[in-house]
């Protein structure tokens, strides 16, 4: 028997195949992702900020 299926075709998938389906998983992982990106967007503008205020002399 093959791994996962004995076919390598996309037909044989009937339902969702992430693990943490109807959890709260979903939410917590787009919520982790998204105070990363809101991190990485706060800390990129402050360190343009600081670069910017060279040339503001």
Do not use: N, Q
Not at 6 to 34: H, K
């Amino acid at each position: 028997m093959g791994f996962p299926y004995d076919t390598a075709d996309w037909s044989v998938v009937d339902g969702a195949m992430f693990m943490g389906w109807g959890t709260a998983m979903p939410g917590l992982y787009t919520a982790i992702a998204a105070i990363i990106c809101v991190a990485v967007l706060v800390i990129g503008h402050s360190s343009e900020a600081k670069k910017a205020k060279r040339f503001d002399k």
